[in-house]
């Protein structure tokens, strides 16, 4: 046998699933199991909601769907508590729990199908289908396993529990052997009280050694006696300033009343169960689980009443956490407006941690500034809707800033916020908890957590945070990945009808000028080929339009050959995408005229295309400038077409310019001039 992990991940070399069950599993001293497990008297007992209640937390840490507690006999496993699992017992050559029952710690088995040892059990390769399975014994103090707490999922988890859940796994085993230790003592006392004709020093130490807070009260409620535990939890230094007490005046509304129907319960020989809110002598509130049975006289009527207060703030609180994150979940998928998220974060957080207030703010390119849009108080607290400077507050914004999360018990103590802590107490703020957003290791946001008094934060109530506010930036994200492609989706709808009443245009003007079908499809697909070209510059780059010589180069086929006949001067600057296609169509006019008519027709002519800016700011002016020599001699056309309209007053009606054409003998010259603005303007 081989140690799959340190936490008892096992396999096995060399041996089959039918060698290791399930004699050899059990081992020789299996007559001496059997009997200290029999000794517990808890087999085929009712189902108990302590039990139930620690398999149902152990599938919630977990997030398991299955948890069971199960004690192995001699020929079946019986379940005392079963979560998500319908039978009450199966055979042992089903159990996979018999397995765990030699190990010192958990087992942890993160696929039941590739291990020897369950792949061919039938709860595996039946119906149930279980794929995963972690168990920590239940081991008697004598040694023996008993059985297991377990939990199982139908899925297989390659990476098994995480160190959090392994612990809490081994916790609530522990709870589970003392349940029954105090099941077994329970029962011992109710023997030895029948022996003894119901000795009451005997009950005394029973009750004294239960971590419970266990009360002994006469039949109209009043307190009698409470155990050393319950004095410990209640923080009561003294029973005596507590006794004669009515027990259902330490109970607030609604679970006063509760309170006082159970105590009719009990009074009428039945049990009365309950579960609420109640503070501690200190002012601490605890959630107890609460069950009140009468004490029979020798006439066997109800002579006294015992309390059993079962403090379950822990549980009580995990589970409320994950039900606030489950509900936020759900409700954020729900959501496409932000101050709709910010609102929902803030009352989540609230809700959940019982704070004073909650709120996401945005942090400003400079990292200094937040700016809250949204927040959610309690009634009678300030908002805090607005621009902040975190310098006002403190020094804790460089952790902030590094990704840490920031939690000040006290402001006026921790030296990150005492230097002015009444900047925060005007808004009542004795506590804060701040969880980072980070972007591309930039703090973008903040969540901001407040409590009204210096408050201790836990570990959980961090973790709790930080899964907040990870929610909220992914619910952000979302919304704004969503604003962006709605904005992209109008974009490219505009820019393609614009296009299309471009082609319509050049399609019309161009037919109508051609002389023959056959010119107008020559010329008609070459201005449609750099309409083209255009545009898929246009595509390639920025919003911010594209640089002149990109469009020049493309719209005149710039190539290594041609490029040689090209001389192009001009200080870098960038043209809006408004007038890129005008730009475009005007140069490739002029390429097509130069090269039938003008200087590119021969082999020597050059084409000078120079651009230069006039005045300073919103005043200045781009001139460009098409000079053609080395052609042919040049003479003015006997009628302008639509090229040469396209050519004169294409660009300019885009851009509000002026425009002069020379045909000199020695070459075309061609200028346009407009103000720089009218060049650079976004469709």
Same mark, same amino acid.
């Given at each position: 046998?081989?140690?799959?992990?340190?936490?008892g991940?096992v396999g096995?070399?060399?041996?089959?699933?039918?060698?290791a069950?399930?004699?050899?599993? !059990?081992? #020789?001293?299996?007559?001496?199991?059997? %009997?200290?497990l $029999? +000794?517990y /008297?808890?087999?085929?007992t009712? &189902?108990?909601?302590?039990?139930?209640?620690?398999?149902?937390?152990?599938?919630?840490l977990?997030?398991?769907?299955v948890g069971?507690?199960t004690?192995?006999?001699?020929d079946?496993?019986?379940?005392?508590a079963?979560?998500?699992?319908?039978e009450a017992e199966t055979p042992?050559?089903?159990?996979i729990c018999?397995h765990?029952?030699s190990?010192t710690?958990?087992?942890?088995?993160?696929?039941?199908?590739d291990?020897?040892r369950t792949r061919?059990?039938?709860?595996?390769?039946g119906?149930?289908?279980?794929?995963?399975y972690?168990g920590?014994?239940?081991?008697?103090p004598?040694?023996?396993g008993?059985?297991?707490?377990?939990?199982?999922?139908?899925?297989p988890?390659?990476?098994?529990l995480?160190?959090?859940?392994?612990?809490? !796994?081994? #916790?609530l085993?522990e709870?589970?052997? %003392?349940l029954m $230790? +105090?099941? /077994?003592?329970l029962?011992?006392q &109710?023997e030895a009280s029948?022996r003894?004709?119901?000795?009451?020093?005997?009950?005394?130490?029973?009750?004294?050694a239960?971590?419970d807070?266990?009360?002994?009260?006469d039949r109209?409620?009043h307190?009698?006696?409470?155990n050393?535990?319950g004095?410990?939890l209640?923080?009561?230094?003294?029973l005596s300033t507590?006794?004669?007490?009515?027990w259902?005046?330490?109970?607030?509304?609604?679970y006063a009343?509760?309170?006082?129907a159970?105590?009719?319960a009990?009074?009428?020989g039945?049990?009365g169960?309950?579960?609420?809110?109640?503070?501690?002598r200190g002012?601490?509130?605890?959630?107890?689980n609460?069950t009140?049975?009468?004490?029979e006289?020798?006439?066997?009527?109800?002579?006294?009443?015992?309390?059993?207060s079962?403090d379950?703030?822990?549980?009580?609180?995990a589970?409320?956490?994950?039900?606030a994150?489950t509900?936020?979940?759900?409700r954020?998928?729900e959501?496409?407006e932000?101050?709709?998220?910010?609102?929902e974060?803030?009352?989540?957080?609230?809700w959940?941690?019982?704070?004073?207030r909650?709120?996401y703010?945005?942090v400003d390119?400079?990292?200094s500034?937040?700016a809250?849009?949204?927040d959610f108080?309690?009634p009678g607290?300030?908002?805090?809707?607005g621009?902040?400077?975190?310098a006002?507050?403190?020094t804790?914004?460089e952790?902030?800033?590094l990704?840490?999360t920031?939690?000040?018990?006290?402001v006026?103590?921790?030296?990150?916020?005492?230097s002015?802590?009444?900047?925060?107490?005007r808004?009542g703020?004795?506590?804060l908890?701040?969880?980072?957003?980070?972007?591309?290791?930039r703090?973008?946001?903040v969540?901001?957590?407040?409590?009204?008094?210096?408050?201790a934060?836990t570990?959980?109530e961090?973790?709790?945070?930080e899964?907040?506010?990870?929610r909220a930036?992914?619910?952000?994200t979302r919304?704004d990945g969503e604003?962006q492609?709605r904005?992209?989706v109008r974009?490219?709808?505009h820019?393609?009808?614009?296009?299309?009443?471009v082609?319509?245009?050049?399609?019309t003007?161009?037919l109508r000028?051609?002389?023959?079908l056959?010119s107008a499809?020559?010329?008609?697909?070459?201005?449609l080929i750099?309409l083209?070209?255009?545009q898929d510059?246009?595509l390639?780059g920025e919003?911010?339009?594209?640089p002149?010589?990109?469009?020049?180069a493309r719209?005149l086929?710039?190539?290594?050959e041609m490029?040689?006949?090209?001389?192009?001067?001009g200080?870098d600057?960038?043209?809006?995408a408004?007038v890129?296609?005008?730009?475009?169509?005007?140069?490739h006019?002029l390429?097509?005229?130069?090269i039938?008519?003008?200087?590119?027709?021969?082999a020597?002519?050059r084409v000078g295309?120079?651009?230069?800016?006039h005045g300073?700011g919103?005043?200045a002016?781009l001139r460009?400038?098409w000079?053609?020599?080395?052609?042919p001699p040049?003479?003015p056309?006997?009628?302008?077409g639509f090229g040469?309209?396209?050519i004169?007053r294409g660009?300019?009606?885009?851009?509000?310019?002026?425009?002069e054409a020379?045909?000199?003998?020695?070459?075309?010259?061609?200028?346009v001039e407009a103000p720089l603005i009218?060049?650079?303007?976004?469709d």
């Amino acid at each position: 046998m081989k140690l799959g992990t340190d936490i008892g991940v096992v396999g096995f070399d060399g041996m089959g699933a039918e060698d290791a069950f399930p004699n050899a599993v !059990l081992g #020789a001293g299996e007559p001496d199991r059997l %009997a200290a497990l $029999e +000794a517990y /008297r808890i087999l085929d007992t009712a &189902e108990e909601a302590s039990f139930d209640g620690i398999a149902r937390l152990a599938t919630r840490l977990c997030g398991t769907p299955v948890g069971l507690i199960t004690l192995v006999t001699a020929d079946r496993q019986w379940f005392k508590a079963r979560i998500g699992f319908d039978e009450a017992e199966t055979p042992l050559d089903s159990s996979i729990c018999v397995h765990a029952l030699s190990e010192t710690g958990l087992l942890i088995i993160p696929d039941l199908t590739d291990d020897p040892r369950t792949r061919t059990n039938p709860a595996v390769t039946g119906p149930s289908g279980l794929r995963f399975y972690a168990g920590i014994p239940l081991r008697a103090p004598s040694g023996h396993g008993l059985g297991t707490l377990c939990v199982i999922d139908r899925q297989p988890r390659g990476a098994g529990l995480t160190l959090t859940q392994s612990e809490a !796994l081994r #916790a609530l085993g522990e709870q589970v052997m %003392a349940l029954m $230790e +105090a099941r /077994r003592a329970l029962r011992a006392q &109710e023997e030895a009280s029948a022996r003894l004709q119901e000795s009451e020093a005997f009950l005394m130490s029973v009750l004294a050694a239960s971590p419970d807070c266990i009360k002994v009260l006469d039949r109209e409620g009043h307190l009698t006696f409470m155990n050393a535990p319950g004095l410990c939890l209640m923080e009561i230094d003294d029973l005596s300033t507590v006794v004669g007490t009515r027990w259902d005046r330490l109970w607030k509304e609604p679970y006063a009343e509760k309170a006082r129907a159970a105590l009719a319960a009990a009074r009428g020989g039945g049990i009365g169960r309950f579960a609420g809110w109640a503070d501690t002598r200190g002012g601490v509130p605890k959630f107890w689980n609460v069950t009140v049975t009468p004490i029979e006289g020798v006439d066997g009527q109800p002579e006294r009443l015992l309390a059993v207060s079962r403090d379950e703030t822990g549980a009580y609180e995990a589970a409320r956490r994950q039900e606030a994150l489950t509900t936020l979940g759900g409700r954020l998928r729900e959501l496409n407006e932000r101050d709709d998220v910010l609102v929902e974060v803030a009352q989540a957080a609230v809700w959940a941690l019982r704070l004073t207030r909650a709120a996401y703010g945005t942090v400003d390119a400079s990292q200094s500034s937040i700016a809250f849009t949204r927040d959610f108080t309690r009634p009678g607290q300030a908002s805090v809707v607005g621009l902040h400077r975190y310098a006002d507050y403190g020094t804790y914004v460089e952790d902030l800033r590094l990704g840490k999360t920031v939690a000040i018990a006290d402001v006026r103590r921790d030296p990150r916020t005492a230097s002015n802590p009444e900047a925060l107490t005007r808004y009542g703020i004795g506590a804060l908890l701040n969880v980072p957003a980070m972007a591309g290791g930039r703090l973008v946001g903040v969540l901001c957590l407040h409590d009204g008094e210096p408050r201790a934060w836990t570990d959980e109530e961090r973790a709790l945070a930080e899964a907040i506010a990870e929610r909220a930036r992914l619910a952000l994200t979302r919304i704004d990945g969503e604003e962006q492609q709605r904005l992209r989706v109008r974009e490219i709808s505009h820019r393609f009808k614009n296009l299309l009443a471009v082609v319509q245009a050049i399609t019309t003007q161009t037919l109508r000028s051609a002389t023959d079908l056959a010119s107008a499809s020559d010329i008609l697909a070459g201005r449609l080929i750099a309409l083209g070209q255009s545009q898929d510059l246009l595509l390639e780059g920025e919003i911010g339009g594209s640089p002149i010589r990109d469009l020049m180069a493309r719209a005149l086929h710039l190539d290594a050959e041609m490029g040689l006949r090209f001389d192009l001067r001009g200080p870098d600057l960038r043209i809006g995408a408004k007038v890129a296609l005008a730009f475009s169509l005007m140069l490739h006019e002029l390429a097509t005229n130069a090269i039938k008519y003008g200087a590119l027709s021969n082999a020597t002519g050059r084409v000078g295309l120079s651009w230069a800016l006039h005045g300073e700011g919103d005043a200045a002016r781009l001139r460009l400038t098409w000079h053609e020599s080395g052609g042919p001699p040049v003479a003015p056309p006997s009628r302008k077409g639509f090229g040469s309209r396209l050519i004169e007053r294409g660009l300019a009606g885009q851009v509000g310019g002026t425009v002069e054409a020379l045909y000199r003998p020695t070459g075309f010259l061609f200028t346009v001039e407009a103000p720089l603005i009218a060049f650079q303007v976004e469709d």
